[in-house]
């Protein structure tokens, strides 16, 4: 069936500016990190792309390597664009990455300028696109100087293969050094895609600062950790969840009897606040207005849409944050 977008697909969700510019993004967008690969179930990621935007999801979230195998999620957005969501370019926020290992040899991973030219020209081809709206650097490289990546990342803008670029995983250090290049280069740093979340808050000490001193926006990846900050392995690991999948990036060794004992006294605030726990930990990612978006992952269209209904409740009390404070504290 020909997919038509909803209606109302803008009734309910909120727009953050980013940092000083003029682009907007959605408080929760989605990435395709795990859950849209080859090896996943097309039809469920469909799904959960077009409920995302039937929600007012406007902005999505790639990388070169996103699968398995790599560059397998660029090639089922691509087909997804196809399908469904092509007429719709001009209301979708489209971002991709280059930095981690995609290709043999020495030019296939990290910063130089030969590498990200040539990764964002095959993201394009897979996804279909003659541009995206972000291109960004997934991980500062210590051996190729700032100058040569940020070079690349405005030779990209200024080609028109991108319209806008970003840092991922640089330090505070490394993003004020980025960005001030990127500044004389005269295509400023739109944004910053660090971790973030109730038990990682590494950016609260020096990174946000810069960001504002920049007038940079930030998209925060990993605002439940993976699904832990959710109450899903409150009563052990569901056999279809990522800790007992095959990813190596979360494991059923990771969720430990100390964090356990602790998501167990975040769930109780939440409940108090009648929310879930995933719409707690996003509501607390995005208190104060520091952040753009938090940056989710989801394996199947309910959880977008608890996700999203976190919205609705992004208020916390003075006690319910000293609370918080106490629980991540203890
Ligand atoms: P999250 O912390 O949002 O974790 C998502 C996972 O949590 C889902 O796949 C699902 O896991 C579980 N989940 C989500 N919502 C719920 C819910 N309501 N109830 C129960 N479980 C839920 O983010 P991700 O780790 O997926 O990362 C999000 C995005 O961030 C990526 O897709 C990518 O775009 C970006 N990213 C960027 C990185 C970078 O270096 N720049 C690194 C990592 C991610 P389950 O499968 O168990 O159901």
């Known amino acids: 069936m020909v997919y038509q977008a909803s209606a109302t697909r803008y009734a309910e969700m909120k727009y953050n500016r980013v940092g000083q510019s003029g682009l907007k993004l959605p ?10 690969g080859g090896l996943d179930i097309h039809e469920n990621g469909r799904a959960m792309l077009l409920r995302s935007f039937d929600l007012g999801i406007t902005h999505f979230d790639l990388a070169n ?115 001030e290049i990127l500044k004389k280069l005269g295509t400023p740093l739109l944004i910053h895609q660090p971790s973030y979340s109730m038990l990682n808050r590494w950016i609260e000490n020096g990174l946000q600062d810069v960001l504002d001193e920049y007038g940079a926006g930030s998209i ?55 929310q879930s726990l995933a719409q707690m930990a996003l509501a607390w990612a995005l208190r104060g207005g520091r952040l753009t978006s938090a940056l989710i992952g989801a394996s199947r269209v309910s959880q977008i849409e608890e996700n999203v209904a976190a919205l609705k409740n992004l208020e916390f009390s003075a006690d319910e944050l000293d609370a918080i404070e106490k629980i991540l504290k203890a």
């Not at 190596?248 to 969720?255: E, G, P, S």
């Open 220 to 274: 925060a990846f990993c605002p439940l950790q993976q699904g832990l900050l959710t109450n899903k392995y409150i009563s052990g690991v569901p056999s279809d969840s990522r800790a007992a999948g095959k990813s190596v990036f979360l494991n059923a060794k990771d969720i430990t009897e100390e964090k356990l004992t602790m998501i167990v006294r975040l769930n109780e605030i939440a409940s108090s606040r009648g």
């Open 27 to 36: 408080a929760i967008s989605l990435g395709l990190w795990h859950n849209f």
């Open 65 to 179: 390597n996103y699968g398995p195998p790599p560059g397998s999620a660029e090639e089922m957005f691509g087909k997804v664009l196809k399908s469904d969501l092509g007429a719709y370019r001009d209301e979708l926020i489209i971002s991709t990455k280059a930095g981690y290992h995609m290709w043999e040899g020495p030019y296939g991973e990290w910063g130089s300028k030969k590498y990200l030219i040539a990764s964002l020209d095959q993201s394009l081809k897979r996804m279909g696109l003659d541009y995206v709206d972000i291109f960004y650097s997934h991980r500062p490289d210590p051996n190729t100087p700032f100058e040569e990546t940020m070079a690349a990342l405005d030779q990209i803008v200024r080609q028109g293969k991108a319209l806008y670029v970003g840092l991922s995983n640089y330090t505070a250090e490394q993003t004020q050094q980025a960005a």
